[in-house]
């Protein structure tokens, strides 16, 4: 009898744990894809693309805005034990990236939507965990306030739209304290904002508290996405000309366009003229 109603009891939690998981597919947005000119491009539900892939070239960050994520690269140096949080997996094209090109890291990725994690390794052949990666599916909202992860990455990216793409769906102050929280020092931030809504505004003043204005912005890409840099540690204070060495290093050894990255900032950003002080 005990055996039986032991099974019985397995069977009901398993039945409600698949209702529940049922339930929480049918909540998110529809995953859909389209392809033009050897790109594949995802969609949730609309013509709105939330991240894209060259078919020949899975690894490249394909869009602009993507390739300036991984702008941490230009103030910290890749070592065994770095931890990077993606929050957000879109196509993977961060994940990849950093898969491929730094080796030392591990990265954590932060998706609810478990139709996204599927899309990404079927469609945009992002890799499977190991002991480098770690995907978790969770609220990137609750994930920043885990005090298990405080102080606990060297870099946090932020990508976190909806179907609608109206602004970041994660975007309030607490949001990004808890992101402030979750760096080490030194630790850097990265997050694409979208220019032409009024949310651009409230996450930027919110960005700007939680890291005590220590935020640089990249200018705004073809787009509408302008991707802000916030640091937590200690005061850099560099020229620009180093900077543009280390660019040039990770440019040489990745492909991506730091060069720009380093001549952009420097105009776009107020009172950096000569060098960078922040």
Not at 162 to 182: R, V
Request: hydrophobic letters at 40%.
């Amino acid at each position: 009898m005990e055996l039986a109603h032991g099974c019985a009891y397995s069977a009901m939690r398993e039945s409600g744990l698949n209702k529940l998981m049922s339930d929480l597919f049918m909540a998110m947005e529809p995953v859909t894809f389209s392809e033009s000119g050897g790109v594949r491009y995802l969609h949730f539900g609309s013509e709105l693309i939330q991240g894209a892939m060259r078919i020949r070239d899975p690894d490249e960050i394909y869009l602009e805005y993507n390739q300036q994520m991984m702008a941490w690269l230009l103030f910290l140096e890749t070592r065994p034990g770095m931890r990077v949080a993606q929050l957000g997996l879109g196509t993977g094209a961060l994940t990849k990236f950093a898969y491929r090109y730094c080796p030392a890291v591990k990265t954590t990725v932060v998706e609810l939507n478990p139709a996204v994690i599927v899309s990404a390794r079927s469609m945009f052949f992002t890799p499977s965990d190991d002991r480098r990666l770690e995907t978790l599916q969770t609220d990137a909202k609750a994930f920043v306030k885990n005090t298990k992860y405080q102080n606990y990455f060297d870099a946090v990216q932020v990508d976190l739209y909806d179907a609608i793409c109206d602004g970041p769906s994660a975007s309030s102050l607490d949001f990004y304290k808890g992101c402030f929280d979750i760096l080490r020092s030194p630790g850097v931030l990265t997050v694409n904002l979208f220019s032409s809504h009024k949310s651009f505004e409230i996450n930027l003043n919110n960005i700007c508290e939680a890291f005590d204005n220590r935020v640089l912005l990249f200018p705004e890409s073809h787009d509408c996405n302008v991707v802000a840099i916030a640091f937590k540690g200690p005061l850099l204070d560099v020229e620009w000309k180093e900077v543009s060495k280390r660019a040039k290093l990770i440019m040489e050894k990745t492909g991506l366009p730091t060069n720009r990255w380093v001549s952009g900032l420097n105009r776009e950003n107020a009172h950096q003229e000569n060098k960078l002080s922040i």
